[in-house]
């Protein structure tokens, strides 16, 4: 933990040096012309001489660089909460969404039933057609010579897994990203007319999904929305507002990281062909290839906590109501955590500790279902492939994620 234990809140309360502090701007998250280094670079500079750093962007904001500061944050519960704020930019305008928007213990009335939805019985059976989805999308791709990896698949895969997942038609599937799609766009330009309006459709077809179970259409037991409908909470089914935002968040939560992350894959093998033949011919290697690429280009760092109270934490006087961006993109590259941490380390020692998932309460129930969908791509890719390379520079992502929204290749066929 980092909090500060010398000081106490109440004697930095009237501190002019933490409040000045409160006015400085150590980094801009909307600083255009990223590239698929500058954010690295830029938080490799920032994180040893502030490791909770500032930004006057988004209304004001901390935002958690270092390892030990985004730890700290995510398990303290008594002095952050998701409730208020849990992003940076804000964009929780209509409505709550458990499990995110509720803290312990009510948040566990909607983790229970979800975290059954993931667990290593259900991903092995699920396997066999997120593999099929996989397949099915690359093989007309790998005929081709040249591809935008982002756009034609990254893009595209998500939403297919997700209509096997949640039992959906595929265009009701499609239409969510699509919907989801427009409506990162928006939060990330502060377009909250467009907010409104997309998470509008997005809770229209919540409450379709819902609709659609109604009436034991569906066997709790093995769909996701109808297990919420038959779950039991302190006598009583779970209120029905809660289970449509809960809905609602399930459906756009992981459209959006695997399409930003899976290019950031290809561009690192592309770049690594080394890499690229070893995985090939030691297939069983890939699952420890993902898992340092989750920690090497973790995509989000714009989730966040709210402080509860006034909270010293690494010497910064985090004010009551304060949001803290969790930048996870950083921490993960931390020196003092993972040595030579800009390096990507096949069998990294200590890969245990990286936190691309969160940690403690609100960590992400469907990290499995997201690293089969990682590993199932490079298998398949790899084994279909003899070579690829980036030919153009990457687009990447703007704030709140961090990742490739275009990667054009080349490829030769195996």
Same mark, same amino acid.
């Given at each position: 933990?980092?909090?500060?234990?010398?000081?106490?809140?109440?004697?930095?309360?009237?501190?002019?040096?933490?409040?000045?502090?409160?006015?400085?701007?150590?980094?801009?998250?909307? @600083?255009?012309? $990223?590239?698929?280094?500058?954010?690295?670079?830029?938080? *490799?500079?920032?994180?040893? @001489?502030?490791?909770?750093?500032?930004?006057?962007?988004?209304?004001?904001?901390?935002?958690?660089? +270092?390892?030990?500061? %985004?730890?700290?944050?995510?398990?303290?519960? #008594?002095?952050?909460?998701?409730? @208020?704020?849990?992003?940076?930019? *804000?964009?929780?305008?209509?409505?709550?969404?458990?499990?995110?928007?509720?803290?312990?213990?009510?948040?566990?009335?909607?983790?229970?039933?979800?975290?059954?939805?993931?667990?290593?019985?259900?991903? !092995?059976?699920? #396997?066999?057609?997120?593999?099929?989805?996989?397949?099915?999308?690359?093989?007309?791709?790998?005929?081709?010579?040249?591809?935008?990896?982002?756009?034609?698949? *990254?893009?595209?895969?998500?939403?297919?897994?997700?209509?096997?997942?949640?039992?959906?038609?595929?265009?009701?599937?499609?239409?969510?990203?699509?919907?989801? +799609?427009?409506?990162?766009?928006?939060?990330?330009?502060?377009?909250?007319?467009?907010?409104?309006?997309?998470?509008?459709?997005?809770?229209?077809?919540?409450?379709?999904?819902?609709?659609?179970?109604?009436? +034991?259409?569906?066997?709790?037991?093995?769909?996701?929305?109808?297990?919420?409908?038959?779950?039991?909470?302190?006598?009583?089914?779970?209120?029905?507002? /809660?289970?449509?935002?809960?809905? !609602?968040?399930?459906?756009?939560?992981?459209?959006?990281?695997?399409?930003?992350?899976?290019?950031? /894959?290809?561009?690192?093998?592309?770049?690594?062909? $080394?890499?690229?033949?070893?995985?090939?011919?030691?297939?069983? @290697?890939?699952?420890?290839?993902?898992?340092?690429?989750?920690?090497?280009?973790?995509?989000?760092?714009?989730?966040?906590?709210?402080?509860?109270?006034? %909270?010293?934490?690494?010497?910064?006087?985090?004010?009551?109501?304060?949001?803290?961006?969790?930048?996870?993109?950083?921490?993960?590259?931390?020196?003092?955590?993972?040595?030579? +941490?800009?390096?990507?380390?096949?069998?990294?020692?200590?890969?245990?500790?990286?936190?691309?998932?969160?940690?403690?309460?609100?960590?992400?129930?469907?990290?499995?279902?997201?690293?089969?969908? /990682?590993?199932?791509?490079?298998?398949?890719?790899?084994?279909?492939?003899?070579?690829?390379?980036?030919?153009?520079?990457?687009?990447?992502?703007?704030?709140? #994620?961090?990742?490739?929204?275009?990667?054009?290749?080349?490829?030769?066929?195996?």
């Amino acid at each position: 933990m980092v909090r500060d234990r010398d000081r106490s809140p109440e004697e930095t309360a009237v501190d002019p040096a933490a409040e000045a502090r409160r006015l400085e701007h150590d980094f801009d998250p909307v @600083r255009p012309g $990223e590239t698929f280094t500058s954010a690295h670079e830029e938080f *490799a500079e920032l994180r040893p @001489r502030c490791p909770l750093a500032r930004s006057q962007e988004y209304g004001g904001f901390w935002a958690a660089l +270092g390892y030990d500061e %985004v730890l700290s944050v995510i398990t303290d519960i #008594e002095h952050f909460t998701t409730s @208020r704020q849990n992003a940076v930019p *804000a964009f929780a305008f209509t409505g709550v969404r458990p499990p995110l928007h509720l803290d312990p213990p009510e948040h566990m009335a909607y983790r229970r039933v979800i975290n059954q939805f993931f667990i290593p019985p259900r991903m !092995r059976a699920l #396997e066999p057609r997120v593999r099929a989805v996989a397949v099915r999308l690359l093989e007309p791709l790998l005929e081709q010579r040249t591809v935008d990896v982002c756009k034609q698949y *990254a893009h595209v895969f998500p939403a297919h897994v997700f209509a096997e997942f949640f039992n959906l038609a595929p265009e009701t599937s499609e239409e969510i990203k699509r919907v989801s +799609g427009t409506y990162v766009d928006a939060i990330q330009v502060l377009d909250h007319a467009t907010v409104k309006s997309l998470s509008g459709r997005l809770y229209e077809i919540a409450q379709e999904i819902i609709d659609a179970r109604t009436g +034991g259409a569906f066997d709790p037991a093995d769909d996701l929305t109808a297990a919420l409908l038959a779950a039991r909470y302190e006598g009583g089914p779970l209120p029905a507002p /809660m289970v449509l935002g809960c809905v !609602r968040q399930l459906i756009v939560t992981g459209m959006v990281a695997p399409s930003v992350f899976t290019g950031t /894959m290809f561009v690192h093998l592309s770049r690594d062909p $080394e890499l690229q033949d070893l995985l090939r011919a030691q297939p069983h @290697r890939i699952p420890a290839a993902v898992e340092e690429f989750l920690r090497l280009y973790s995509p989000y760092r714009g989730m966040a906590r709210t402080a509860r109270e006034d %909270v010293v934490l690494s010497g910064e006087l985090v004010r009551q109501h304060d949001p803290i961006a969790l930048v996870y993109t950083s921490a993960n590259r931390d020196e003092k955590v993972f040595p030579d +941490g800009d390096s990507f380390v096949l069998d990294r020692p200590n890969i245990d500790r990286h936190i691309s998932f969160g940690r403690g309460t609100h960590s992400c129930p469907g990290a499995p279902l997201a690293r089969m969908m /990682m590993r199932l791509t490079l298998e398949e890719f790899l084994a279909r492939s003899s070579s690829f390379r980036v030919t153009e520079e990457p687009e990447m992502a703007v704030w709140a #994620e961090w990742g490739t929204r275009s990667v054009p290749l080349e490829i030769i066929a195996g």
